[in-house]
C-alpha cells in the first residue's frame, strides 16, 4: 500500500524494474546515498538493517526516482526536498517511484518508520527516471548523536490518536521513529543519528519478567536483530559526541513475578545499577572519553526506583572522575500519554525532545 502527495505520482512496481533490477540498482549506485543508522552490505548488493529509523538520503537530477526496497515487514516514508510524499507500507521487493517532480536537482530521503526485530529490511539503493541521474550522495552530518533505549526511544505507537490501537491498524501502522524525541531533537540540530531502540526490553529485565535470560544488551552490539551473534562493524565515522541511553522503564514498570530470579525490588535494583555501570563502561571503551553520556529517566506511576537509581549511578560516575555523565529526568504536565498502550503520543514526543533540546544547550558540548 502506498499513500501519496497529492500532485505526485506514486507507483510500486515488482523488481525487476524498468530502470534496473534491484542487485543492478544498489552494485551500481552504492556511492549515491548517505546512510544514517547500523547496516550490513548483503552479497547481491542490497543493504540489510534492523533497527527503527534506518535511512538513506540521495541526490538527483530529473523528474522522478525509484526507491528500491524487499521489504515485507516494514513502514517507510519517503521524503522529497524536505517533505513527506508517500508513505510505503509493507513494499515487498518492489521499486516505488515519485514521479511527476520538476526537472531539478532534489533531494530523497527514505526513512524505516517501524520496529522489525524479528526481521531484516533490505535498501538496494535509488534509481533515477529516464533522462535523469543519480547524483554524488549527500555529505555526512558533523554532528552525531546516538539514542538508545525501548519504546519510547523507539516511537511506539507515537502517531495514534487513541491509546487502544487494535482496531486502528495496530502498533506498525502508528508508529513512526522518524517522529520521536531524538529524531526530532537530531533534525534541528542538524545532526546524523542513530536510534537503537527495542520496545519491551530493559537493562537486565524486560516489560513483566518477559523472555528472560534476554535484555537490551543482548542485542546493542548487532545491526541485524534477528541473527543470533550478529555484529556490527562500526565504521570509523560514526563516533557521536553524545549518547542518550532510556532504559529501565521495563526494569521496574512491573512488578516482579514469581520464579524471576530477583527476590526483592531491592535486588533488581542493585542487579540493574551494576549492568548500567558496565554498560556505561562499554560505550567508553567504544567511543573514548569525550562523548558525552546522558542517562535518561522518566516518571512511573508505581515507583521511584528507576529514577533513584539512575541518579545514584550518575553520582557514582562523577565520584570515579567521569565529568562527562549527566542525568536527564523528563516529565511535564502537558505529556497525555495518547500514544498507543499509554505510551507518548506525537504531542509528548514534541514536548521531550524540546527538554532534551534544553538538557543539551546546557552541556560543554563543542560541536
Request: proline residues 5%; neutral net charge.
Amino acid at each position: 500500500m502506498v499513500a501519496a502527495a497529492a500532485g505526485l505520482v506514486v507507483s510500486a512496481v515488482a523488481a525487476p524494474s524498468r530502470a534496473a533490477s534491484p542487485p543492478e540498482a544498489a552494485g551500481g549506485r552504492a556511492a549515491g546515498f548517505h546512510t544514517v543508522g547500523r547496516v550490513k552490505r548483503a552479497a547481491d548488493g542490497f543493504v540489510r538493517y534492523g533497527w527503527p529509523g534506518v535511512c538513506f538520503e540521495g541526490r538527483f537530477r530529473g523528474t522522478g526516482v525509484g526507491i528500491v526496497l524487499d521489504d515485507a515487514h516494514n513502514d517507510y516514508d519517503v521524503q522529497v526536498d524536505g517533505t513527506t510524499v508517500a508513505t510505503l507500507v509493507t513494499p515487498g521487493r518492489t521499486v516505488s517511484w515519485i514521479d511527476g517532480l520538476a526537472d531539478a536537482r532534489h533531494t530523497v530521503r527514505v526513512v524505516k518508520r517501524t520496529e522489525s526485530p524479528w526481521a531484516a529490511g533490505r535498501f538496494g539503493g535509488f534509481v533515477a527516471a529516464t533522462g535523469g541521474a543519480i547524483l554524488a550522495r549527500p555529505r555526512p552530518r558533523s554532528r552525531q548523536i546516538e539514542f538508545i533505549g525501548d519504546s519510547f526511544t523507539a516511537g511506539y505507537g507515537n502517531v495514534s490518536d487513541t491509546r487502544d490501537c487494535s482496531g486502528n491498524g495496530g502498533v506498525n501502522r502508528n508508529s513512526n521513529a522518524d517522529l520521536a524525541f531524538g529524531a526530532l531533537t537530531a533534525r534541528r540540530l542538524d545532526a546524523d543519528h542513530q536510534t537503537n531502540a527495542f520496545s519491551g526490553r530493559g537493562m537486565v529485565r524486560n516489560y513483566n519478567g518477559g523472555e528472560p535470560g534476554t535484555d537490551f544488551r543482548t542485542y546493542y552490539d548487532r545491526a541485524l536483530l534477528n541473527v543470533e551473534g550478529d555484529v556490527w562493524r562500526r565504521p570509523a565515522s560514526w563516533r557521536p559526541q553524545v549518547v542518550v541511553i532510556g532504559l529501565g522503564i521495563n526494569d521496574f514498570s512491573t512488578p516482579l513475578n514469581p520464579g524471576e530470579r530477583w527476590s526483592t525490588v531491592e535486588d533488581l535494583v542493585a542487579d540493574y545499577e551494576s549492568a548500567y555501570h558496565g554498560f556505561l563502561d562499554r560505550l567508553r571503551a567504544r567511543y573514548g572519553p569525550r562523548t558525552f553520556l546522558v542517562v535518561a529517566a522518566a516518571r512511573l506511576w508505581n515507583t521511584t526506583a528507576f529514577t533513584d537509581a539512575t541518579l545514584r549511578i550518575v553520582e557514582e560516575r562523577g565520584r570515579r572522575g567521569d565529568d562527562r555523565v549527566s542525568h536527564w529526568y523528563y516529565d511535564d504536565p502537558g505529556l497525555d500519554h495518547l500514544g498507543c498502550d499509554w505510551h507518548p503520543s506525537l504531542h509528548d514526543h514534541r514536548i521531550i525532545s524540546g527538554l532534551l533540546d534544553d538538557h543539551l544547550a546546557g552541556l560543554p558540548l563543542r560541536w
